[in-house]
T-cell receptor, first 111, second 116 residues
Framework: GENVEQHPSTLSVQEGDSAVIKCTYS??????FPWYKQELGKGPQLIID?????GEKKDQRIAVTLNKTAKHFSLHITETQPEDSAVYFC??????????FGAGTRLFVKA | NAGVTQTPKFRILKIGQSMTLQCTQD?????MYWYRQDPGMGLKLIYY???????DKGEVPNGYNVSRSTTEDFPLRLELAAPSQTSVYFC???????????????FGDGTRLSIL
C-alpha cells in the first residue's frame, strides 16, 4: 500500500548549523507534499508545502526540495535555533482525502 | 478565531466504557478528519468528512464512529473502549474544492486517551 518513509528518526544539531530531513514516498500519483512541525503537547502545524509542479520552495530559513523521478522530498532548515526543536512530519497526498504521514523526526537544537 | 478545538484534553477510561471526543472548527472548512497518533508513528486516518451529512472510513476505522450534522462539529465516538485504543487523537480540518483535499490541514491540540 501507500507508504512514506522518513529519515532520520532523531537528529541533533548545534545551534546555527543546518538540519536536513528526508522522505521517500511510494505512490507516484502523489502531488502534494506538506511538512508539519509538532511541539510538545500541541497538534501538528504546517510550516511549508510543495506541489508536484515545483522542484523547490523556500520560506526564510526553511526550504523544501522535490525529486519526482526518485520520489524523494526533503526539508532543509538553515541557521537552526533552539525554538526549532520539535518533531517534524512529512506527508504525501494524491489529491484524494487520504494524506500519508511519515513517522516523524525528532529534532534537537543544542544551544 | 480559535481554529480547531478539541475536548477533553485528557481522559482515562475503563475497558468497555464509551465516550465521545469533541471537535469543532470556526474556519468554515468543509473537510474534517480524525487521526490517531501512536508513539513513534505517524498519523493514521480514522474517519473523514467532506461536508455536513457525509462521512467515510479511513485506514483504521474499527471501534470508532463519527457523525457530521453541522459544518463546525465532527465528534468521534468510542463505543466499547479497548486497550488498543490508547492513543493521542487529533482532529483536523481543511478547505477543499472540486473533490480535492490538497490544502493544508489545521489540527487541534489533541485528546490524550488512556484505556485501562
Amino acid at each position: 500500500g501507500e507508504n512514506v518513509e522518513q529519515h532520520p528518526s532523531t537528529l541533533s544539531v548545534q545551534e546555527g548549523d543546518s538540519a536536513v530531513i528526508k522522505c521517500t514516498y511510494s505512490d507516484s500519483a502523489s502531488n502534494y507534499f506538506p511538512w508539519y512541525k509538532q511541539e510538545l503537547g500541541k497538534g501538528p502545524q504546517l510550516i511549508i508545502d510543495i506541489r508536484s509542479n515545483v522542484g523547490e520552495k523556500k520560506d526564510q530559513r526553511i526550504a523544501v526540495t522535490l525529486n519526482k523521478t526518485a520520489k524523494h522530498f526533503s526539508l532543509h532548515i538553515t541557521e537552526t535555533q533552539p525554538e526549532d526543536s520539535a518533531v517534524y512530519f512529512c506527508a504525501a497526498s494524491t489529491g484524494g482525502f487520504k494524506t500519508i504521514f511519515g513517522a516523524g523526526t525528532r529534532l534537537f537544537v543544542k544551544a | 478565531n480559535a481554529g480547531v478545538t478539541q475536548t477533553p484534553k485528557f481522559r482515562i477510561l475503563k475497558i468497555g466504557q464509551s465516550m465521545t471526543l469533541q471537535c469543532t472548527q470556526d474556519m468554515n472548512h468543509n473537510y474534517m478528519y480524525w487521526y490517531r497518533q501512536d508513539p513513534g508513528m505517524g498519523l493514521k486516518l480514522i474517519y473523514y468528512s467532506v461536508g455536513a451529512g457525509i462521512t467515510d472510513k479511513g485506514e483504521v476505522p474499527n471501534g470508532y464512529n463519527v457523525s457530521r450534522s453541522t459544518t463546525e462539529d465532527f465528534p468521534l465516538r468510542l463505543e466499547l473502549a479497548a486497550p488498543s485504543q490508547t492513543s493521542v487523537y487529533f482532529c483536523a480540518s481543511s478547505h477543499g474544492t472540486g473533490g480535492s483535499s490538497n490544502q493544508p490541514q489545521h489540527f487541534g491540540d489533541g485528546t490524550r486517551l488512556s484505556i485501562l
